[in-house]
């Protein structure tokens, strides 16, 4: 029985038989794991609180031969994000990112990417103030590595440099449609110039360090529509934790 130690964040857990827990990791070594906890949810858990939703820590987990399931021997808690975990509206987001990667990255294909960007979203959401923003930029980070990165720099249908004060987002086509080009998918949604611009900026920028931009409520509303259809488009989930935010908005 192979024995295998990582960084890990918890990212998915719900409820198996009546003491126990699945729990889905992503780990800095193996990417996405799904593990079982035996006895988690009975009175004397040698786990504690430890394997709380969003929880980082050292786990160590042993693996059976063809077997998906595998068992959590021990997790050893780094850090539990207080500071997202006091408020609901942050706990909300950071639900959110979390379904998010689950939902893109699939089992065991090891990212560190993913994991360090898990690690800055969820450091940024416990210290800006917008943290609806912040999401933006989250998203947009994980399209980029998990290779679904949306054209930003040219015209999806002819490569020219888009002008124009208001310019098309296309999620079938992947990305921004000159004026010129509007008609290839007339149903996309409209971002202005600013909108365009802000989210090259989203993509690049140090998700802690935020709180130095603006953004208006047309920018969140405009990124929130194109970013949020062409997550459904990637993903072909709806996604639960974002229809909660929605609900707050
Ligand atoms: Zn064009």
């Known amino acids: ?42 009175p ?13 820590g050292t786990l160590v987990f042993s693996e059976r031969p063809n077997k998906d399931l595998r068992t959590v021997q021990e997790f050893d808690l780094i850090d539990a ?8 509206e942050r706990t909300t987001y950071g639900c959110y990112l979390a379904e998010l990667v689950n939902a893109i990255e699939s089992d065991q294909t090891a990212n560190r990417g993913v994991f360090r960007l898990l690690q800055h979203g969820f450091d940024g959401l416990s210290r800006v103030d917008d943290i609806a923003l912040l999401a933006r930029g989250f998203e947009l980070k994980l399209l980029d590595i998990a290779g679904f990165a949306p054209q930003l720099s040219q015209c999806v249908a002819c490569s020219s440099q888009p002008s124009g004060a208001a310019l098309r987002f296309s999620t079938r086509l992947g990305g921004l449609l000159c004026e010129n080009c509007e008609h290839h998918d007339s149903s996309a949604p409209q971002l202005a110039r600013g909108s365009c611009e802000l989210m090259k900026y989203l993509r690049t920028c140090d998700l802690a360090r935020l709180d130095r931009v603006q953004a208006s409520k047309l920018n969140h ?29």
């Open 1 to 42: 029985m192979p024995i295998q130690k990582t960084d890990a964040i918890v990212i998915r857990s719900y409820p198996f038989g009546e003491h126990h827990k699945i729990i889905i990791f992503y780990t800095s070594d193996f990417g996405k794991v799904r593990t079982a906890a035996y006895g988690v949810r009975g």
């Open 44 to 56: 004397k858990s040698r786990f504690g609180g430890s394997l709380e939703l969003l929880n980082h």
């Open 81 to 88: 994000f207080d500071g997202v975990k006091e408020d609901f």
């Open 221 to 249: 509303r405009q990124l929130r529509l194109a970013l949020s259809r062409f997550i459904s488009y990637h993903t072909e989930l709806t996604l639960k934790s974002l229809e909660l935010i929605e609900d707050l908005n």
